[in-house]
C-alpha cells in the first residue's frame, strides 16, 4: 500500500443525462482509513456516485479526487467472473500475488477446495468472497463495495463482514453501499446519506443512527 | 452413374494410396490451414480491438468488413492476381501460380470473416466485462488477451467457419494458382476440371474426400469445444 496520504473526495459534482440531473452538485470529503457507508432509497444515486469516485463513469461537471488507479479496487454487487478456474480468475485480479498468498487467501475464504473450480459454476457467495479476495490481494487503499453482501447466505455475509473490519484494520479506506441497517451500523464509521441524486449529509455512524442531521436521513431510518 | 458409385471410387481411391489423391489433399490442407491460421492470428485481435476500442472511424470500419464477407471468390482471386502479376505492386515476389499466392487469396478471403465474426463474439464478451476491466484499469493489450482467452470456445467455431470458407473455394485459387497438376492443383480447382471434362464420378469421388475431409475437422473441433465445456469454461 503506498504511503501518499490519500485524497477522496469530489468538488461541485453532477452527472447529467439526457437533459436530466442524476448527481447535484455533490462537494464532500471523505474520511480516510475508515468505513464510509452510502445510503438512500432505490434511484437515490448511490451506485452513481460510487463509480463516478471510482472513475467508470466520468463527470458531466466539477471534479473528483482519487488516489490512482492502481490503489483502487471496486467489488460490484453481481461480481463478473471470466471464463476460468477460480484460480486463474484470481491470478487475474491479483497478477502480481505471490502463489503462497493466493492459497492463504482462499484458505481464509474457505475456497481451497474450489481453486480449480470454473469461476462461474462457484455458487453467489462464493464468486463474491472470490471477487473480495481477489481485490483485497492487491492490498488496495481504496476499495468500493457494491452491495457486497446482497443475496448472500449468513456465512457469506460473515465473511464479508470480517474482511471489511479487518481491511479497515489495515488502513484502507472503503466506500460501501448497504440497504441493510443492522450492517450499517455494524460496520460503518460515516454514513453518506442521499436522497434524489443530492448529497443530504456526511456524518458519524453513531451521530446519524442517534439523531441524523437532515430530513431525508430521519425519514430513511423511519423505514429502514 | 448411381449415388454409391462415386462414394465407392472415393473409397477406393483413399484406400489405395492414390499418390496424386493424396497430393492433392495435403496442398489443400495446407493451403487452407496456412490461411486460416494467419487470418486468425491477425482477425481475432483486429475483431477484439474493434469490440472493446473506441476510436473515430471505428464504425465505418465494422461496415466495412461486413461489406467485404459478401464479396465474391472470384472478385478476391482477381484483386490479388492483379497484386502479384508481373506489372502489379507485388510482381517483384514472383508468387503467382504458386501454392503461396492460393494462400494468399484464401487470406484474403477469410480475413474478413474471423474478424467480424470475433468482433461480434468479442462485443458481446466485452460488455459483459467492461465495468471489471474498466475498473482493474487493464491496458488495450491486456484487454484484448482476456477477451481471446475467455472466448476461445466460440473461436473454434469461428476457426471453423474459417477453414470451411477457405477450403471450398475454388474462384480465386484457380485465377492466381492456375490449377498447375502437381504444383498448385487443390480438391476444389480438381473438381472443377474434372467436371468440366466430363469425369462425373471422379469429380463426385473427389467431392466425398472433401466432405470427409470436413467431417473430420468438424469431429476435432467438437471434441475440443467438449473439452472447454467439460472444463465448463464455457458457461
Known amino acids: 500500500m503506498s504511503d501518499k496520504p490519500l485524497q477522496l473526495g469530489s468538488e461541485n459534482l453532477s452527472i447529467i443525462r439526457q437533459d436530466k440531473k442524476l448527481l447535484k452538485d455533490i462537494t464532500l470529503t471523505l474520511p480516510t482509513s475508515k468505513v464510509s457507508l452510502i445510503l438512500g432509497h432505490n434511484g437515490a444515486g448511490k451506485t452513481l456516485l460510487m463509480r463516478v469516485l471510482h472513475g467508470l463513469v466520468p463527470p458531466s461537471t466539477g471534479r473528483v479526487f482519487t488516489p490512482e488507479r492502481s490503489l ?12 476460468r478456474s477460480a484460480s486463474r480468475h484470481f491470478d487475474f485480479l491479483c497478477p502480481d500475488c505471490a502463489e503462497a498468498d493466493k492459497r492463504e487467501w482462499f484458505s481464509r475464504a474457505s475456497l481451497v477446495g474450489r481453486m480449480n473450480v470454473p469461476a462461474r459454476l462457484l455458487s453467489g457467495g462464493e464468486q463474491q468472497k472470490l471477487a473480495l479476495i481477489g481485490a483485497l490481494a492487491s492490498r ?8 457486497p453482501a446482497a ?4 456465512e457469506a455475509t460473515a465473511f464479508v463482514e470480517e474482511m471489511v ?9 472503503i466506500i460501501m453501499i448497504s440497504h441493510n441497517r443492522a450492517q450499517a451500523q455494524r460496520l460503518a464509521d460515516y454514513i453518506v446519506m442521499m436522497d434524489r441524486g443530492r448529497l443530504m449529509e456526511l456524518t458519524p455512524a453513531d451521530q446519524f443512527f442517534s439523531a441524523p442531521y437532515s430530513a431525508a436521513g430521519k425519514a430513511y431510518l423511519d423505514f429502514a | 452413374m448411381d449415388f454409391f458409385t462415386p462414394i465407392l471410387l ?20 495446407q493451403v487452407s490451414l496456412t490461411a ?34 459478401s464479396i465474391p471468390p472470384v472478385v478476391i482471386g482477381l484483386l490479388v492476381y492483379m497484386l502479384i502479376s508481373r506489372a502489379g505492386p507485388l510482381g517483384f515476389l514472383d508468387l503467382l501460380y504458386s501454392p503461396a499466392a492460393m494462400m494468399l487469396a484464401q487470406f484474403c478471403l477469410i480475413l474478413p470473416l474471423s474478424t467480424a465474426l470475433s468482433r461480434q463474439l468479442f462485443e458481446a464478451l466485452n460488455n459483459e466485462y467492461d465495468a471489471l476491466f474498466s475498473s482493474l484499469g487493464l491496458s488495450r493489450t491486456r484487454r484484448i488477451a482476456a477477451l481471446i482467452a475467455d472466448g476461445r470456445s466460440a473461436l473454434v467455431t469461428i476457426a471453423l467457419a474459417c477453414f470451411g470458407r477457405a477450403v471450398s473455394e475454388v474462384g480465386a485459387v484457380i485465377i492466381v494458382g492456375g490449377n498447375i497438376r502437381h504444383f ?52
Request: with cysteine; hydrophobic share 55%.
Open chain 1, 151 to 154: 443475496n448472500l447466505d449468513l
Open chain 2, 184 to 235: 498448385t492443383r487443390v480438391m476444389t480447382s480438381a473438381i472443377a476440371l474434372e467436371t468440366s471434362r466430363g469425369e462425373l464420378a471422379l469429380a463426385l469421388a473427389l467431392g466425398c474426400v472433401l466432405m470427409l475431409l470436413a467431417l473430420l475437422v468438424n469431429l476435432a473441433s467438437y471434441w475440443l469445444r467438449g473439452y472447454f465445456e467439460k472444463e465448463g469454461l464455457n458457461v
Open chain 2, 36 to 69: 486460416v491460421g494467419v487470418a486468425l492470428l491477425l482477425g481475432l485481435p483486429l475483431g477484439a480491438f474493434l469490440a472493446s476500442i473506441h476510436f473515430p472511424g471505428r464504425t465505418a470500419l465494422i461496415i466495412i468488413f461486413n461489406t467485404l464477407l
Open chain 2, 10 to 29: 472415393a473409397f477406393t481411391l483413399l484406400i489405395e494410396f492414390d499418390r496424386e489423391l493424396y497430393e492433392i489433399i495435403g496442398l489443400s490442407m
Open chain 1, 165 to 173: 473490519k479487518w481491511s479497515r484494520t489495515q488502513g484502507t479506506t
Open chain 1, 72 to 83: 483502487q479496487k471496486m467489488v460490484f454487487q453481481k461480481p463478473v467472473m471470466l471464463r
Open chain 1, 140 to 147: 488496495p487503499q481504496l476499495l468500493f463495495l457494491d452491495e
